[in-house]
Each structure stands twice: as C-alpha cells, then as structure tokens.
C-alpha cells in the first residue's frame, strides 16, 4: 500500500515560532502537496511539487514555504507560525500524470495549534 | 481557486437511512473522485468515476458521474455508524492533470 506519512499527529507550538512539518511517501511519488483543512472552507492548497527541488505556489502560499529535497519527503515551513494558521495540515502525493485519474494518498494529518 | 459546489455541507441521520449527497460544477469534468475522512485521520478514496453516465458500487456506496459531466452524486444505504466522517467529493477536467479540485465535504452524523 501506499504510505504518507506526517511526522507528528499534533503540535502546539508559540506565536512567532519557525515550525517545520515533515511529509514523507514510500511509492516514488513525483507530485506532492499541501493543504489545510479549516471547518466550513474544505481543503486549501497551499503548495506543490512536481519534481525534487520545485515547487508551485497554491492557492493560500502566503505565511508558507516548503521544501523538496528529496523525492520522498517535502517540508512545510511556517517562517513565523501566527494564531490564524492553527489549522489540520494534510499531506498528499500522486504519480506523475495520475493525479487527475486515480486521485491522491492522504496522509493522516498534523492539527497543529498556534499559541 | 476553483471549488466543486458540495451538498449538503452536513447532515444527521438515524441508523440504517439512506444518504444522498452530491457535486456540481460550473465546468465539465473527466474524472470524479469521492473520499471518505473518518475523524483525525486523511482522507481516503472510496470511488472513482471516468465515464458520463457511470455508476459505480463499493459495498453500501454508489456513485455517479452524471450525463451533463457537471455533477455527481454519492449514495450510502443503509447507514452505521462507523460511516460518519466528512465525505468529499473532487474532481479533474483533464485525464492527466496533476491537480484535483475539491468540494468543501459532507459531514455525516448517524445517530444509533
């Protein structure tokens, strides 16, 4: 089976903070994603990747950056993690070209909470 | 961004109903997807749909891709409640395209 893994289920961190949430997939996936998920607003991209060392700004990059690598693991970087980004963080990742014929893996999620 | 307009945004039934929820979108589609989020967790792809007109069954769950390739529909008979969680439907207008586009989910409360 395909696995995305988050590397923390929760996180707390403070106002001003520099966070780091860690994604990693075990399929030699080339395209993977972040979103949020908020109550009433669905799933929001933030950023994307299509190849090691590339990324594509989403719909809601601001506040974020994110980091690739390597192939099997991208980063998303809070630069100074503020209240209004407590959020459940979802990573994705598909197989080039699949993304729109066999959809995404999920990871399990990071709720991280801003202080 | 683009959404998929998802209804409806939640409902709350008694064990054993059955549940329609549905997608629609301004554009046409070539791909429906629907995902199942079980509380804490991701989500995860319970159908997928290629061909207006198409309908497709996993186990209690159908699932639609409608004639117009605007919408699509999802149906759970005979509710339990392990099925609650919050249904998301998504959806790609191009077969290859690397970004799916999402509805804002259902989110289903079945009473026992």
């Known amino acids: 089976d395909v696995k995305v893994t988050q590397s923390s289920r929760y996180l707390v961190k403070r106002t001003g903070e520099k966070v780091f949430l860690e994604c990693v997939q075990d399929?030699?996936?080339?395209?993977m994603f972040w979103y949020r998920q908020d109550p009433g607003l669905g799933l929001r991209l933030i950023y994307f990747s299509y190849d090691v060392k590339m990324k594509e700004k989403g719909d809601i990059p601001e506040g974020y950056s994110v980091s690739r690598e390597k192939k099997e693991r991208f980063s998303l970087i809070l630069e100074s993690a503020s209240t209004n980004q407590t959020s459940m963080y979802l990573c994705a990742s598909t197989t080039l070209g699949a993304g729109g014929i066999y959809g995404y893996t999920f990871g399990s999620g990071t709720r991280l909470t801003v202080v | 961004g683009q959404q998929l307009n998802q209804s409806p945004q939640s409902m709350f039934i008694q064990e054993g109903e059955d549940v329609s929820m549905n997608c629609t979108s301004s554009s046409i589609f070539n791909t429906w997807l629907w995902y199942k989020q079980d509380p804490g967790e991701g989500p995860v792809l319970l159908i997928a749909l290629y061909k207006a007109g198409e309908l497709t069954s996993n186990g209690r769950l159908t699932a639609q891709f409608g004639i117009t390739r605007k919408d699509s529909f999802l149906n759970i008979s005979a509710s339990i409640p392990s099925d609650v969680g919050i249904y998301f439907c998504a959806g790609s207008s191009q077969g290859g395209s690397e970004k799916l586009v999402f509805g804002k989910g259902t989110k289903l409360t079945v009473n026992p």
């Open positions: 399929m030699d996936h080339e395209n």
